[in-house]
Nanobody, 122 residues
Framework: QLIESGGGLVHTGDSLTLSCAASGRAFSSYPMEWFRQAPGKEREFVAAIDGSGRTTYYAESVKGRFTISRDNAKNTVYLEMNNLKPDDTAKYYC?????????????????WGKGTLVTVSS
């Protein structure tokens, strides 16, 4: 089970940190990913992190502004979002693939949270 939190309404240039709490004993084995879906658009990859937390991946649109991290002792993955823009408005989801791969394709993910809404006003 994945439960996202931390979304809200912010202004352009603000920061926000999302959290995704996972249940299960093998959390550190799984790469974790963040995706987002804006109204009327397809779900898109945002960021990913390997099980150890040492390797991260980002979509070009968020590189340099967002940081993904994880605390395996707390079974939690984070997405720190800085310098937010109206284009970042979306529902943000955490997800993972049961076969432990990292993929930018939403259909490759097997488990999803219900998402947390981020709205950035101009």
């Amino acid at each position: 089970q994945l439960i996202e939190s931390g979304g809200g309404l912010v202004h352009t240039g603000d920061s926000l940190t999302l959290s995704c709490a996972a249940s299960g004993r093998a959390f550190s084995s799984y790469p974790m990913e963040w995706f987002r879906q804006a109204p009327g658009k397809e779900r898109e990859f945002v960021a990913a992190i390997d099980g150890s937390g040492r390797t991260t991946y980002y979509a070009e649109s968020v590189k340099g502004r967002f940081t993904i991290s994880r605390d395996n002792a707390k079974n939690t993955v984070y997405l720190e979002m800085n310098n937010l823009k109206p284009d970042d408005t979306a529902k943000y989801y955490c997800a993972y693939d049961k076969v432990l791969r990292i993929s930018m394709v939403p259909d490759d993910m097997d488990y999803w949270g219900k998402g947390t809404l981020v709205t950035v006003s101009s």
